[in-house]
């Protein structure tokens, strides 16, 4: 396999790309090598408008990846990237052309555990809450169990609870949420948001601080395993978002707002804040809960609590 080239992957390809399906006047594939355990093939024939054909699932291009794979085993420079191009020949006598081309392409490259961008989002927030009052030192709650690319239940190398004092409150954040993605490459901020709690800080003792922290933690789980809540909250305003245990009555939901406030700095750009608001069902018992996400109820609840949107 040492020997095995960039001819030896054409002349492999040729017999198989040719049989194109009928209208194809051209083909153009990319395939990524392992990346993070994934590799990904991406492209297909064309017809003479530029437009993709759809291709019976039982034509053999598996050849592609298995061609691919034995490129990355011989390789002598590095490459994760491979781009294809077959062309259907002008008259039946001719040959097709196809070239193949191997490339670096370092913005698909996985983040490793040590990659500095982790803590480069963690001083940004760290920075924004200082903006705001007094960051305690140390975290009121931390999950730190992490796989090997540093990845908690987050999904990146962060998960815990910041306390932040000010004037007669003590507010509760998530410190991880907007962590970049952890052994992937997409260039997001994590979920795109961080969650805030507010109290009145008369009433916070250690127990109770540790408490609520660790329910916020397992809310920022449910915003982690949904799909795009922060796109949610920031459609609707207001959402009731899930239930709490009979330990926190005669609060029984937790409500998710729109917050002004958003945290700039971060690796790829700046994220919102959503606030998480404990209310007791006598709040929203008289309004209609079947609608999406419960937003009037939502609404109406923040709203006698002096909170704007």
Known sequence: MASYTIGDAIRELAPVLVKAPAGAVSGEWTVTTLQAGHSSRTGGYLDAEGKHIREDSGRPLGIIEDVVEKLDTAATERFNTVS????????????????????????????????????????????????RGGVQESFAVERATANIHAQTKWFGSHRRILAIDTPGKLTLATDGLSTPWAGISEPENGVECE??????????????????????????????????????????????????????????????????????????????LIRATQIAEAEIDEHDLSEDWGTTAARAALAKRGIGL
């Open 195 to 272: 969650l805030f709690m507010e109290f009145d800080a008369a009433t916070m003792d250690a127990e109770e601080i540790g408490n609520w922290g660790n329910l916020l933690i397992n809310i920022g789980d449910l915003v982690a395993d949904g799909h795009r809540v922060a796109r949610d909250v920031e459609k609707h305003g207001a959402i009731l978002f899930c239930r709490l245990t009979d330990d926190y009555r005669p609060m029984t939901r937790i409500m998710l707002s729109r917050d002004p406030g958003r945290i700039d700095g971060l690796p790829f750009g700046s994220v919102p």
């Open 84 to 131: 294809i191009r077959w062309k259907k020949p002008r008259l039946p006598f001719m040959r097709a052309e196809l070239t193949l081309e191997t490339a670096y392409d370092q913005s698909i490259v996985p983040r490793g555990p040590d990659d500095p961008i982790y803590e480069a989002s963690a001083a940004a927030r760290r920075a924004f809450w200082q903006s």
